[in-house]
T-cell receptor, first 109, second 117 residues
Framework: KQEVTQIPAALSVPEGENLVLNCSFT??????LQWFRQDPGKGLTSLLL?????REQTSGRLNASLDKSSGRSTLYIAASQPGDSATYLC????????FGAGTTVTVRA | GAVVSQHPSWVICKSGTSVKIECRSL??????MFWYRQFPKQSLMLMAT?????????EQGVEKDKFLINHASLTLSTLTVTSAHPEDSSFYIC?????????????FGEGSWLTVV
């Protein structure tokens, strides 16, 4: 059974600092890995999707890397802003999505 | 872009009653939809996979007689929580699978808050 772990569970940084969010998974036989953002009481917004054959994806200030062999992915958010405050979830797709518990980020103005 | 709509966003019901949550894919056909529940500060837990025209596949530990799933059309799946109890209070989220030549994409609904009193 796929297990997805996200560290840290919570993170508080001052505005402008770079964010590093970690995701690890136990079974490397995946189709892709996806990072989502979830605002309190809301659904999920897809941020980045990395196919199993890719090593990274970038979108604006966001960059996600994938190392399938070690079962790890990292989401980098450059120059954080208060609007980046949310919970970030990673999900591994091995025919169904398995989610981590998320990292709750607070960016202080 | 593709949108998945959930209704209602919020619902309060009395213990012992049933409540239905709808999940619609608005501009694509979804032969497969997924239902998740999320408790506060916890991750999404897959409850069941809903396939159009066939019975849903439930995850281990999820009572299929309590959480009735119907996927009667290519754009609509419904989750009915029967004989709801306070412990069923949770955030329920659906997602829909869009199959395209370029690959598959999953889109999530905005979620439905259920409070059972």
């Amino acid at each position: 059974k796929q297990e997805v772990t996200q560290i840290p569970a919570a993170l508080s940084v001052p505005e402008g600092e770079n964010l590093v969010l970690n995701c690890s998974f136990t079974d490397s036989a995946i189709y892709n890995l996806q990072w989502f953002r979830q605002d309190p009481g809301k659904g999920l917004t897809s941020l980045l999707l990395i196919q199993s054959s890719q090593r990274e994806q970038t979108s604006g200030r966001l960059n996600a890397s994938l190392d399938k062999s070690s079962g790890r992915s990292t989401l980098y958010i450059a120059a954080s802003q208060p609007g980046d405050s949310a919970t970030y979830l990673c999900a591994v797709d091995d025919y169904k999505l398995s989610f981590g518990a998320g990292t709750t980020v607070t960016v202080r103005a | 872009g593709a949108v998945v709509s959930q209704h209602p966003s919020w619902v309060i019901c009395k213990s012992g009653t049933s409540v239905k949550i709808e999940c619609r894919s608005l501009d694509f056909q979804a032969t497969t939809m997924f239902w998740y529940r999320q408790f506060p500060k916890q991750s999404l837990m897959l409850m069941a996979t809903s396939n159009e025209g066939s019975k849903a596949t439930y995850e281990q530990g999820v009572e299929k007689d309590k959480f009735l799933i119907n996927h009667a059309s290519l754009t609509l799946s419904t989750l009915t929580v029967t004989s709801a109890h306070p412990e069923d209070s949770s955030f329920y989220i659906c997602s829909a699978l869009s199959r395209q030549d370029s690959g598959n994409t999953i889109y999530f609904g905005e979620g439905s808050w259920l409070t059972v009193v």
